[in-house]
């Protein structure tokens, strides 16, 4: 099993920014891609960032340009900064991480933070 962590949401004017962590911990040999999702109100949850073990990244569309995603492998942990927030930014957002072991894929949730973009 895979344990994960997110902190850093909250509140934050429109134009502001914030910095979303996410740590893993447990099994987390076989980690693979980290990622962030986001599920705004009425809304299906979709992804916002992802990152590949080698660095590989990509966003939507709707973030392009304002959200940046790392992920520091030493400390199993990822990073979304996410800056000129915008008010269709609020909503929670979820870490996810993937593991693959023997061929068998699993993928791995966090509890969620929210973000609140005001105007």
């Not at 593991?99 to 609140?116: E, F, K, P, R, S």
Request: proline share 1%; glycine share 12%.
């Amino acid at each position: 099993q895979v344990q994960l962590v997110e902190s850093g949401g909250g509140v934050v004017q429109a134009g502001g920014s914030l910095r979303l962590s996410c740590a893993a911990s447990g099994r987390t040999l076989g980690l693979t891609t980290m990622g962030w999702y986001r599920q705004a109100p009425g809304k299906q949850r979709e992804l916002a960032a992802g990152i590949t073990r080698g660095g590989t990244t990509n966003y939507a569309d709707s973030v392009k340009g304002r959200f940046t995603i790392s992920r520091d492998n030493a400390k199993n942990t990822v990073y979304l900064q996410m800056n000129s927030l915008k008010l269709e930014d609020t909503a929670v957002y979820y870490c996810n991480a993937v593991t693959v072991v023997l061929m068998t894929t699993t993928n791995y949730w966090g509890h969620g933070t929210q973000v609140t973009v005001s105007s």
